[in-house]
């Protein structure tokens, strides 16, 4: 099983950027595909981005599509998620993710390990 912790989270005015990390702790991390979900209070958690094992597949919700790039490190076993040109709708708690079969189950909710989640506040 691979454990999740995130970092990077914090308050930043609209239009700017941040940069989430995710480490990723398990001999086998390297393996799994990772994403971001991010959920407000009363609202279901929703996909945000995801990777699969290489790196070179990425998805993205249509919200931030253009605007947020997921990436990973294998050899550090650490995932990014570059949010730039924020917007007051994008603040939420945002949760690292991983799955060992596709970035595709992951997207649709079918997750094996989830982060703590941090929070990410975007003032108007």
């Known amino acids: 099983q691979v454990q999740l912790a995130e970092s990077g989270g914090g308050l930043v005015q609209a239009g700017g950027s941040l940069r989430l990390s995710c480490a990723a702790s398990g001999r086998t991390a390297s393996n799994y595909a990772m994403g971001w979900f991010r959920q407000t209070p009363g609202k279901e958690r929703e996909f945000v981005a995801a990777?699969?094992?290489?790196?070179?597949?990425?998805y993205y919700a249509d919200s931030v599509k253009g605007r947020f790039t997921i990436s990973r490190d294998n050899a550090q076993n650490m995932v990014f998620l570059q949010m730039n040109r924020l917007k007051p709708e994008d603040t939420a708690v945002y949760y690292c993710s991983a799955d060992s079969t596709s970035p595709d189950n992951l997207r649709n909710g079918y997750v094996q390990a989830w982060g703590q989640g941090t929070q990410v506040t975007v003032s108007s």
């Open positions: 990777v699969n094992w290489s790196g070179y597949s990425t």
